[in-house]
């Protein structure tokens, strides 16, 4: 769970959140979560990956976020597949719906001159069942 207070600075003129500000919060969410395991660095030496890089990401406004809103992000594993990761987000102000979202992960590890999404279980195992 993270918690944000929403500045000017994050808003656009109309006074509302400026929408890539919420995938920065998606990103900030996952990033504090791995923190819980070493962090994405250490995860990342510890399986000989690049990356827990960024295949898909999406997100849904259901009500304006404006400068002073308290934010509460949440992030839930919503599946593991054979080479993804798949996250659910949730935003809320004061216990109301503002955005949800997703984001579908991938482990990427060197394979000669390129990077390629691997087998995503070994980072399963790290993190635990759940994570």
Request: proline share 3%; aromatic share 10%.
């Given at each position: 769970?993270?918690?944000?207070?929403?500045?000017?600075?994050?808003?656009?003129?109309?006074?509302?959140?400026?929408?890539?500000?919420?995938?920065?919060?998606?990103?900030?969410?996952?990033?504090?979560?791995?923190?819980?395991?070493?962090?994405?660095?250490?995860?990342?030496?510890?399986?000989?990956?690049?990356?827990?890089?960024?295949?898909?990401?999406?997100?849904?406004?259901?009500?304006?976020?404006?400068?002073?809103?308290?934010?509460?992000?949440?992030?839930?594993?919503?599946?593991?597949?054979?080479?993804?990761?798949?996250?659910?987000?949730?935003?809320?102000?004061?216990?109301?719906?503002?955005?949800?979202?997703?984001?579908?992960?991938?482990?990427?590890?060197?394979?000669?001159?390129?990077?390629?999404?691997?087998?995503?279980?070994v980072l399963r195992?790290?993190?635990?069942?759940?994570?």
């Amino acid at each position: 769970m993270l918690e944000y207070s929403v500045s000017f600075g994050d808003c656009d003129p109309a006074g509302i959140v400026f929408y890539p500000r919420t995938y920065a919060w998606f990103d900030r969410a996952f990033h504090d979560w791995l923190r819980n395991f070493g962090g994405h660095g250490k995860i990342c030496q510890t399986l000989g990956a690049v990356g827990i890089g960024l295949l898909e990401a999406k997100a849904q406004f259901r009500r304006p976020m404006r400068d002073g809103d308290r934010l509460r992000i949440a992030l839930s594993i919503e599946e593991w597949g054979r080479k993804t990761l798949r996250l659910g987000y949730e935003i809320t102000v004061a216990g109301e719906v503002a955005a949800v979202g997703g984001e579908l992960r991938g482990l990427f590890t060197p394979a000669g001159d390129a990077i390629v999404a691997s087998d995503i279980e070994v980072l399963r195992k790290l993190l635990g069942e759940d994570g």
